[in-house]
């Protein structure tokens, strides 16, 4: 592809060779949490930033040695020095976070400055007395959660799917990311706009956390505090259109809590074309969470039924999962504490090579049973250790600080491109 040519979308599985992805990396915003905003902030507990930086580094070393990886803040710096995109994107916000009287300065700012704000947060100005009386110092309040880039976008084949946030303290993120995907200036592919298709029904509510590709024709997606079932039926009806032969949506029931449930990917990932780990209790126990398979055939909804789990219509797909369980086999406990700190939230570079945090380390003992060899970022990104196709690996990242956000590895990237899966 030419340099400053449009990449095309490509995702097709959650395991293809990573090509390209999109990450935010963790800046002002998140230092810019009190322990009042924290909760609202959908946080349990304030970050180190120096710290979590330095294992953010670890994830990002990583993925820039074997992907091409795009910076947000790059991106929307580029986008903002476009008078038109700038102008679009700030009347957007201004409207709807409510603050109208902020767009003239805001518009005023160089593009550098104003991606800072826009992520960073803009304190209130105080200048009548309602606004000295609010119990808010933000104007614009901080991305405090946009280092996980998973959940506002996804990628499903070569469509940009602009996500529909749970929560409206994450409406911007949103916002920014469809301004991205629709500018034309770095991406190609079709947009499928959340807010726009649903006719901001607030009863639709959809994040990429809970959606994963599987295979071409298989959409695997959580149904549970950020995704809702109104959010479900507008991507399967979207999923339908210029839609030939058989493709397939299952639907996992999640728990509304605990908050470690927050999104599918939390309790499942893909980990090879034979692997994926889960949370035992959830994808392999019985309970009253239901599983559910949407057949789709030529264009239509052909049949509904609620089906024994995920890992056995897989199967029946063509896709037979041997189950690795996080937090091992041997303690309910070490399960329930590993999968707490995205003991489960894998991501693949490629089929059998993971990334995931080293401190969940009953989950990495139970991956090396599995045959996969367990290294640290820190061999790969001084070359001490080379990926190669031949072996299964987890790529281990420090995780004291990141995880307190409230996601793993999967969560805090975006891809943009996997090469195609030879099943």
């Not at 959580?222 to 809702?228: C, E, F, I, P, V």
């Not at 039926?233 to 493709?247: A, I, P, R, W």
Request: net charge negative.
């Amino acid at each position: 592809m030419k340099e400053n040519q449009p990449l095309p979308l490509a995702v097709q599985s959650e395991i293809g060779t990573l090509e390209a992805v999109l990450m935010h990396y963790p800046g002002a915003e998140v230092e810019n949490m009190t322990p009042r905003n924290a909760q609202r902030a959908l946080y349990s507990d304030i970050l180190n930033l120096s710290i979590a930086r330095r294992e953010y580094d670890q994830l990002l070393g990583v993925l820039q040695k074997y992907s091409t990886v795009h910076k947000v803040t790059d991106l929307l710096t580029k986008l903002l020095a476009s008078e038109a995109h700038k102008r679009k994107l700030i009347g957007k916000i201004c409207a709807a976070e409510q603050v109208p009287d902020y767009y003239d300065y805001l518009i005023n700012l160089p593009a550098g400055t104003l991606a800072g704000i826009l992520i960073e947060g803009l304190p209130l100005k105080i200048s009548t007395l309602t606004d000295f009386l609010r119990e808010e110092y933000y104007a614009l309040k901080p991305l405090y959660n946009f280092y996980f880039t998973r959940d506002a976008s996804a990628v499903i084949g070569n469509n940009a799917l602009i996500c529909k946030m749970a929560n409206s303290v994450r409406m911007r993120e949103a916002l920014i990311m469809d301004a991205i995907f629709n500018s034309g200036l770095f991406f190609e592919g079709n947009r499928l706009n959340s807010y726009e298709l649903s006719q901001h029904n607030p009863e639709v509510k959809i994040e990429g956390g809970d959606l994963l590709v599987i295979r071409e024709d298989i959409l695997l997606i959580g149904n549970g505090s950020r995704t809702s079932t109104q959010g479900i039926d507008m991507l399967v009806k979207e999923f339908c259109k210029n839609s030939s032969g058989k493709k397939h949506v299952i639907v996992q029931q999640l728990p509304e809590s605990p908050e470690s449930f927050i999104h599918l990917d939390m309790v499942f990932t893909m980990l090879d074309r034979d692997k994926a780990m889960v949370y035992k209790p959830l994808i392999m126990d019985s309970s009253r969470y239901q599983t559910v398979h949407i057949q789709i055939d030529n264009g239509r909804v052909s049949r509904i039924n609620s089906v024994n789990g995920i890992l056995s219509l897989l199967r029946k797909l063509g896709i037979d999962l041997e189950p690795v369980v996080c937090g091992g086999k041997a303690d309910d406990w070490d399960q329930e504490r590993e999968q707490w700190h995205s003991g489960a939230n894998f991501l693949a570079i490629a089929p059998g090579q993971v990334l995931s945090y080293a401190r969940n380390v009953h989950t990495l003992e139970e991956l090396s049973k599995h045959g996969f060899r367990v290294v640290s970022a820190a061999e790969v990104i001084n070359g001490s250790y080379t990926l190669t196709a031949a072996e299964r690996c987890v790529i281990t990242i420090e995780g004291s600080e990141l995880p307190r956000g409230g996601g793993g590895p999967r969560c805090m990237t975006m891809p943009l491109r996997r090469s195609v899966v030879d099943w």
